[in-house]
């Protein structure tokens, strides 16, 4: 599907710039180190925009070689740095940003995020004609259009690595533990993590957390046996302490409760995260070069898709159905 492209009339691009912004996610410098690749074959200059969006506004841009891209694909994080900049969400702060773009002499931009960066792309694309592709790029794997975003492989890895761990001692002692991990609007990574953990329960913000039915779970397992319980951080429950406090509430019993927290975003990226990270690298700065604008440049299916960015965030993408119902049946 081709959304989104620019007149035809429109000069042809001699300098692109690319950043990453919102929450960091592992692969973001593979994904970095192929759009300065790609682009430099393709004859474009390339810009690294410092900070994300509050370095766009700030004027913080360094040119991209082959040397300040060298030895970082394998490395967590992103060498761009990153933030999440309050000032982008008003008019003023787009069209500071803009004049900088322009100051800069910037063609066309790559920019590497989740629904957050979506929503200011767009409004760059919408508001002032910026030439722009956005990449997924968080381990929320929360947007719509793309299979799997850059980051959540190597995220799901981590956490299920903790949670190894965790079972190791709750099977010792014989607890019950609420381990929360990330996911704001979706439950990704905990169906993900629960299956591949053997959770007893798993809390996401996709379906109801029903306090009886966790109850029944707990005690099907057996008092003083080793019970692991994921929570994804955005279930309607509030997270792990709170539907730890619930249960120690209702029924007496007391549990331990873990936070994975940032550690699931950080560490170096898996290979499928590499790869995908580098694909998609080199599609956005193809797709610039193709005319499209205003579109996420994502992966379905095994081929590269063109997705308009307004489309990530109004449609839902939601956690396959089977996950939970796979987990339940192999408790
Ligand atoms: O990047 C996505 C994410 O990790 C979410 O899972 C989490 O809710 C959020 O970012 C945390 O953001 P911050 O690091 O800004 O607190």
Redesign the pocket.
């Known amino acids: 599907m081709v959304v989104g492209k620019i007149a035809l009339f429109s000069p042809p691009m001699q300098r692109i710039a690319v950043f990453t912004s ?4 592992p692969g973001m410098n593979a994904h970095v180190r192929a759009v300065e690749r790609t682009a430099q074959k393709r004859g474009l200059e390339v810009i690294g925009i410092i900070g994300g969006y509050a370095g766009m506004i700030a004027g913080h841009y360094e040119v991209l070689d082959r040397i300040r891209t060298a030895n970082i694909l394998d490395r967590g994080g992103t060498v761009l740095k990153t933030s ?1 900049c309050e000032e982008f969400h008003k008019p003023e702060g787009r069209a500071k940003a803009v004049e900088q773009l322009r100051k800069h002499g910037i063609d066309g931009v790559v920019a590497c995020g ?1 629904d957050g960066t979506f929503h200011g792309a767009h409004f760059l694309a919408k508001e002032h004609g910026v030439r722009i592709v956005g990449t997924p790029g ?3 794997n ?1 947007l719509w259009g793309t299979d799997f975003t850059i ?1 959540y492989d190597t ?1 799901i890895n981590t956490a299920a690595q903790a949670i190894d761990k965790i079972r190791d001692t709750a099977d010792s002692h014989g607890r019950l533990f609420f381990v929360e991990v ?4 979706a439950g990704f ?1 905990a169906v993900d993590v629960g299956v591949a953990c053997g959770a007893e329960y798993i809390a996401v913000p996709e379906t109801m957390t029903d306090i009886e039915v966790l109850y029944q779970r707990i005690m099907a397992q057996g008092l003083h046996k080793r019970t692991v319980v994921i929570v994804g ?2 279930d309607q429950s509030g997270g792990a302490m709170q539907l730890a406090r619930r249960i120690e509430d209702a029924y007496g019993i007391g549990s331990k409760v873990s936070i994975l927290g ?1 550690m ?2 950080g560490g170096a990226p898996t290979v499928r995260d590499r790869v995908l990270a580098a694909r998609l690298g080199a599609a956005a700065v193809d797709a610039l070069l193709d005319g499209h604008t205003n579109v996420m440049i994502g992966e379905h299916n095994g081929d590269i898709a063109f997705v308009p960015l307004e489309q990530t965030w109004n449609q839902r993408k939601s956690v396959p159905p089977y996950l939970l119902d796979l987990a339940t049946l192999l408790v």
Do not use: C, F
């Open positions: 919102g929450g960091d996610a999440r989740g968080t381990i929320d929360d980051g995220a990330m996911g704001r609007h990574i951080e955005g940032h699931q975003r």
